[in-house]
Each structure stands twice: as C-alpha cells, then as structure tokens.
C-alpha cells in the first residue's frame, strides 16, 4: 500500500510541476507585457528584460500553485474514477480516505513553500525587481550599447563603443548644469560600477561665460556620481518589498499603514488555500458518488468553486487595504472552509 501511497504522490506532484510552469508562463507573459515600454525606450537588452521581468514569477506561482495542485489532484483521482482503480482498490481494503495521505504530503509541501515565499522569497524579489526598475527607468543602469548613454538634466553622456561589463571607448561628456559654466569631457575609455562613472586618460575643457576664460585640463581618472548628477531618489519602498515583520510597523501615511496590514494578513492566510482548494478537489472526484456520464460536471464544479473562493478571497483583502475590518472576513472565509472540509471528509463514508 505505501507503493501506491507514492506513485499518487508521483503523480500528483509531476501534474502540479507541469501545470505550475505552464500556468505561470502564461501568466508571466502577460504581465511582462506591460513592460515592454522600458525596454523600448530605454534600450534594455532581452538578457536583462528576462531578469527585470522575471521577479514577478515569484508571486504568480504563489497564486497559481494552490489552483494547480487542485486541478493536478482532481486529473490524478479522475483516472483513477474512470478505469475503476476505485473499487478494485476498495475491494482489497483500501480505503478511499486513504488516498487522500499522498494529497495531504503534498500539500504540507506547498504550504509550507508558499509561508517561505511570503516571509522571504517574495520580498527579496519584489526589493531586486524595484531596485533594477528604478536603474532602469532613470538611467542609472545605462544601456549594454554605445551611443547616447546618459541625457539627463543638462548632463549628457556619449560613447563611440561599447566593450561589455559597462565598459565604453571614446567617451565624451557635456555638463551643462550650470548655464554660466559648461564643462565637456573626452575620455579614451570609461566604467560604470556602483552608480559610480570612471573616466581614464582624458581631458577637460570649461567655457566660463561670466569670466569669459577658457581652460582645458588632462586627467588620468575622473569620477562623476551619477546619483548625485542625475537627482534621483528612490521612493521608499512598497509594502509588498517589506518582510513580514515589517509590515506590523506603523507608517506616518495611514494609507501605507493599511495596505501593510492587509497585505501581512494576506501572508498568513494565502498558503492556507493550498490546502483547500486540493480539499475541495478530492471530495469531489473521490468522496463524490461517481457517474461516468457526468464525469467532467465534477471538474467544472470545482472550477467554479476555485474561481469563486478566490474572487471573494481577492476582493475582501483589496477591501481590508481601505478598511481594516475587512480583516477578519478572510479569515472567517478560510477558517469556515476548513471546518466545512473536515466535516465532510471525515463524516460520512459517502457522500
């Protein structure tokens, strides 16, 4: 019987693994869709695209994991249901509670992945994708090609050619932040580390209108800050970049204050529906009086529920980020499930 126990296992798990990766590249497309503009108008090359968009996987998977082994749970038993293993197995005192043990591991599994991903995987994601957002998006981390690098509150940045690792040749500099003093650079080459501009082995030339004098200077290395230059701060970080302690700190904005509240509550409940929609799956396909006719009206039922429960899930905790009271209904929409499940599981021997 434990030889069973495993291969339901097996194959619970391999049909959750593949629909996971399937459902989440889905997914993943179409949000990484909406990024498009960056790498258009900022000349991000499809290496570091798939890098910047590929955070956001972390938080699909953590959607769409409980609804694939739902529907991964309910394929597996189906066969089961349609070749009656069912009731050969019964007739040699296998019980059909017994099968839910494979489900039960499996779900403790990802439960126990997804408060993982809530407390640390998730945030170090969403802090990366954020941090090369912001680069990105203010040239901080400049394109992987020559030409126009930086162009930017009067301070420009041109490179002949591009060697890699942020390495240009011929490099050459207008700074025209201040009107009544412009300074242009040309530098043979030049790095960019650490938001930090190296210049080697070049020269300086400053126009000063006001005292109407000329000068030019050589240098072996220059540094520009391109922070400081650029006047970019990043903005405090979001509420889904916080760990799961820091989202019970108090912010002066009473809006943020909301938003981390509910999103914590959110941390601590969202695992929990890996082990309910699984639940829901194996009442249906093995508890269920079973119909060859109506085979697949168990499926589009527990579609149905899935979609449900977490449309209500997802609407309540959009609520609780306005209004905290809203808190309290996920979990009585949580907690009354599992009660409701164990009941009927463990009650009857039929449903």
Known sequence: MRSLSSIIFLRILRTTVYSTISLTLCAWIVQSSRYLGIMNNNSVGLAKFLKFTSYLSIDIVAVILPIALAISAAFVYQ??????????????????????????????????????????????????????????????????????????????????????????????????????????????????????????NGERAEVDFLGHRNSVMYFQSYNYNLREILKVERKSAQPNEKYIHELLLEDKDESISKAQNALFHQKITSPLLAGIFPMFSFLLTVLAPYSRKFSYLRMIILMAIIIIFQGSYFWITNAAAKNSEFTKLNYILVVSAIITLVVLITGKRKL
């Not at 994708?129 to 690098?149: H, M, Q, V, Y």
């Not at 700074?175 to 040309?186: L, T």
Request: aromatic fraction near 16%; charge should be positive; proline fraction near 4%.
């Open 79 to 200: 066969r089961f249901n349609g070749s009656n293993q069912l009731i050969a197995l019964q007739a040699v005192g296998f019980s059909p509670r017994k099968m839910l043990f494979p489900l039960l591991h499996m779900v403790m599994i990802v439960i126990g992945y997804l408060y993982v991903s809530n407390m640390y995987i998730s945030p170090n994601a969403w802090r990366s994708f954020r941090s090369l957002e912001f680069n990105i998006r203010n040239n901080i981390d400049p394109p992987e090609k020559a030409g126009t690098i930086f162009s930017n509150n009067g301070f420009s940045v041109y490179a002949q050619k591009y060697g890699g690792d942020f390495f240009f040749e011929n490099i050459f500099i207008i700074d025209a932040r201040n009107s009544e003093k412009i300074y242009s650079y040309f530098a043979k080459s030049g790095t960019i580390k650490d938001n930090v501009l190296t210049l080697v």
